[in-house]
T-cell receptor
């Protein structure tokens, strides 16, 4: 079982560029989420999905888009990168209803210059 | 809204010392409570959880008890090892439907030989 796989692990972007962070899980989990982690701020929810075809905004959705065409994949798109989006991004998944907790990927460290 | 409060640290302990990391929360209803651990360069891993008042979660020598009367979920370990050095996150989620998770800012633990 690979769990939650995120690619790339590191990325440097120039301001204004766009890119997609990939996330895939092989556990048939219903719920998937994207978080960003910044020093002194813990984890903040960007977008989440409760199943294929269903997505919704979290706390800090501006500048990001998501889609969920399959149960396995939940990519995060940065539309026009800004230095404020420099962060570590984590994808996480959970089986669904019930208090199972989340399985996290290993993260993508993004720097916008 | 929901919130989780924990000290940022770092907490520095000698090997074999007793560990307590405090966590208090504010939430509506009866949330589930979690502790996650993040080792350097990795994603978060679920360490333990408790889903109702007076439940004790335990794993790898760590334990925490869900105290509704004091709205707390303090993490304890009787004898820490150097390998326990990591960042520890307290978190909560409400039951029913999508489980939005609220994280604390994380407490960094450094264990010295």
């Amino acid at each position: 079982n690979a769990g939650v796989t995120q690619t790339p692990k590191f990325q440097v972007l120039k301001t204004g560029q766009s890119m997609t962070l990939q996330c895939a899980q092989d556990m048939n989990h219903e719920y998937m989420s994207w978080y960003r982690q910044d020093p002194g701020m813990g984890l903040r929810l960007i977008h989440y999905s409760v199943g294929a075809g269903i997505t919704d905004q979290g706390e800090v959705p501006n500048g990001y888009n998501v889609s969920r065409s399959t149960t396995e994949d939940f990519p995060l798109r940065l539309l026009s990168a800004a230095p404020s989006q420099t962060s570590v991004y984590f994808c996480a998944s959970s089986p669904g209803r019930g208090n199972y907790g989340y399985t996290f990927g290993s993260g993508t460290r993004l720097t916008v210059v | 809204g929901n919130s989780v409060t924990q000290m940022e640290g770092p907490v520095t302990l000698s090997e074999e010392a007793f560990l307590t990391i405090n966590c208090t929360y504010t939430a509506t209803g009866y949330p589930s409570l979690f502790w996650y651990v993040q080792y350097p360069g990795e994603g978060l891993q679920l360490l333990l959880k408790a889903t109702k008042a007076d439940d004790k979660g335990s794993n790898k020598g760590f334990e925490a008890t869900y105290r509704k009367e004091t709205t707390s979920f303090h993490l304890e370990k009787g004898s820490v090892q150097v390998s326990d050095s990591a960042v520890y996150f307290c978190a909560l989620s409400n039951s029913g439907g999508y489980q939005k998770v609220t994280f604390g800012i994380g407490t960094k633990l450094q264990v010295i030989p």
